[in-house]
């Protein structure tokens, strides 16, 4: 049987919350809308001094440490401005994974928003992926966002330290993370600037091994597994009639009519 685990942990009031308020407050009319979006591109990032491994065409996205010792990050990006009309307030954000391999009990993978654009290249990894394979040009990797060209200021990938959502993955199934404010807030800010959407990075338990959750990515060859991205969000009109303003055909001193 399928399970859903919900990541969602509450989050103490903020500004991005009173700004969703604020703009429901004054917009003259509003259209809620909900919109489920399939991963853009996927990789993990293999712990490698030399930035020699990858995944980008691999069915499976890694987050933890495996019983070697090697740390794995996974990495998923979803085309929010293609998905949901420019202007639009995003009202919620929930991350769907199905975990398809484990070798070990509950562990906590926290989503950290990316900061810098990565590759995923036509590199597959075989077996079970977890040792990954040889890096390909335009791969994300350990030291690189495209490879061999391109690096990270910092090895291991370049992300924000707080997360937008955490949650426990235990058994093979399905989970989510969100709708969280953190997370809201990440998609709304790739709304108003696609450029500087680059998706999150999946971090496991880093601290002990093994750790590593291996999750379904967009090229696993069972679709209903692939990630996807469900947003809600309402859509802000502008329509002056629905604000009692008079029709402009219409003569204001004329109130009672011929």
Same mark, same amino acid.
């Given at each position: 049987?399928?399970?859903?685990?919900?990541?969602?942990?509450?989050?103490?009031?903020?500004?991005?919350?009173?700004?969703?308020?604020?703009?429901?407050?004054?917009?003259?009319?509003?259209?809620?809308?909900?919109?489920?979006?399939?991963?853009?591109?996927?990789?993990?990032?293999?712990?490698?001094?030399?930035?020699?491994?990858?995944?980008?065409?691999?069915?499976?996205?890694?987050?933890?440490?495996?019983?070697?010792?090697?740390?794995?990050?996974?990495?998923?990006?979803? /085309?929010?401005?293609?998905?949901?009309?420019?202007?639009?307030?995003?009202?919620?954000?929930?991350?769907?994974?199905?975990?398809?391999?484990?070798?070990?009990?509950?562990?906590?993978?926290?989503?950290?928003?990316?900061?810098?654009?990565?590759?995923?290249?036509?590199?597959?990894?075989?077996?079970?992926?977890?040792?990954?394979?040889?890096?390909?040009?335009?791969?994300?990797?350990?030291?690189?966002?495209?490879? /061999?060209?391109?690096?990270?200021?910092?090895?291991?990938?370049?992300?924000?330290?707080?997360?937008?959502?955490?949650?426990?993955?235990?058994?093979?199934?399905?989970?989510?993370?969100?709708?969280?404010?953190?997370?809201?807030?990440?998609?709304?800010?790739?709304?108003?600037?696609?450029?500087?959407?680059?998706?999150?990075?999946?971090?496991?338990?880093?601290?002990?091994?093994?750790?590593?959750?291996?999750?379904?990515?967009?090229?696993?060859?069972?679709?209903?597994?692939?990630?996807?991205?469900?947003?809600?969000?309402?859509?802000?009109?502008?329509?002056?009639?629905?604000?009692?303003?008079?029709?402009? /055909?219409?003569?204001?001193?004329?109130?009672?009519?011929?």
């Amino acid at each position: 049987m399928t399970r859903m685990q919900s990541g969602a942990r509450e989050r103490p009031w903020t500004k991005a919350s009173a700004l969703v308020v604020a703009l429901l407050v004054a917009s003259p009319a509003t259209v809620a809308d909900v919109v489920v979006i399939p991963a853009a591109k996927d990789n993990t990032l293999y712990e490698s001094r030399t930035g020699g491994l990858s995944n980008g065409s691999g069915q499976r996205l890694f987050a933890g440490r495996t019983g070697s010792g090697g740390l794995r990050r996974g990495l998923v990006e979803f /085309d929010i401005s293609g998905n949901v009309p420019a202007g639009s307030i995003i009202s919620g954000a929930t991350l769907t994974l199905n975990l398809i391999m484990t070798t070990s009990g509950p562990q906590t993978v926290s989503l950290h928003r990316v900061l810098a654009d990565w590759g995923e290249g036509p590199s597959d990894a075989p077996g079970g992926e977890g040792i990954g394979t040889s890096s390909t040009p335009g791969d994300a990797t350990w030291i690189h966002t495209f490879f /061999d060209t391109d690096f990270w200021s910092n090895a291991g990938g370049d992300f924000v330290a707080v997360p937008g959502s955490s949650g426990s993955v235990a058994g093979e199934g399905l989970y989510s993370w969100g709708p969280e404010v953190g997370m809201t807030a990440d998609v709304q800010g790739w709304l108003d600037d696609s450029g500087g959407n680059h998706g999150w990075i999946l971090i496991g338990n880093e601290a002990f091994l093994p750790t590593a959750k291996a999750f379904a990515s967009k090229e696993h060859p069972v679709p209903t597994l692939h990630p996807t991205l469900t947003v809600e969000f309402l859509i802000v009109t502008d329509d002056e009639d629905e604000d009692g303003d008079e029709d402009e /055909d219409e003569d204001p001193d004329d109130e009672f009519g011929p």
